[in-house]
């Protein structure tokens, strides 16, 4: 066992954990956010996906030992306490960006990423940002509408 302490949506935990546990396990088993889906178990999919310092990473390609001491956000801690939702989460709302809704977290999570970066300046620039990260469902128009409506694009 090995002792880690992170910072997850704001709050800090300390925990043993197995150093072969994978962070998308430590998030969903361990801290009981269920929020950030397993989807494919290759690392293909991104529904996994979360922001470690602030970047964009596929939580299933992440040791949680390797995440100690970092700040980690996942889908749950985007929302304002008062329920309000993030920019991102209201544009995928208003542009019908989500069907069955699996992906949505890692989608969210990747696309928040993007805009934060400056890298969601283009349609084209938006579909590469999200490459890794798939949906079986809606064809990805309504997600990169919904991206290029929360940075304020144009397209």
């Known amino acids: ?4 302490a992170v910072q997850v949506n704001g709050t800090g935990h300390t925990n043993e954990v197995e150093p072969r546990l994978l962070l998308v396990q430590y998030l969903r088993e361990v ?3 269920t929020g950030t ?3 494919c178990d290759t690392s293909s999919c991104g529904a996994c996906t979360v922001l470690l310092d ?3 990473v596929k939580s299933c390609t992440v040791l949680a030992a390797q995440a100690d001491g970092a700040d980690i956000m996942t889908i749950e801690g985007l ?3 008062d329920g309000t939702l993030h920019p991102v989460q209201e544009s995928f709302r208003e542009n019908h960006a989500l069907q069955c809704g699996y992906c949505t ?5 990747a696309a928040v990423s993007l805009i934060e970066h400056g890298e969601a300046n283009d349609r084209d620039a938006i579909r590469r940002g999200l490459e890794g990260n ?4 809606t064809g990805y128009h309504n997600i990169v509408q919904a991206v290029a409506s929360a940075a304020g694009v144009a397209l």
Do not use: H, K
């Open 1 to 4: 066992m090995v002792q880690i």
């Open 31 to 33: 801290l009981g956010l």
């Open 37 to 39: 889906n397993i989807g």
């Open 54 to 56: 602030g970047q964009s």
């Open 79 to 81: 929302a304002d306490p």
């Open 105 to 109: 977290p890692g989608m969210v999570m």
């Open 134 to 137: 798939l949906c079986r469902c």
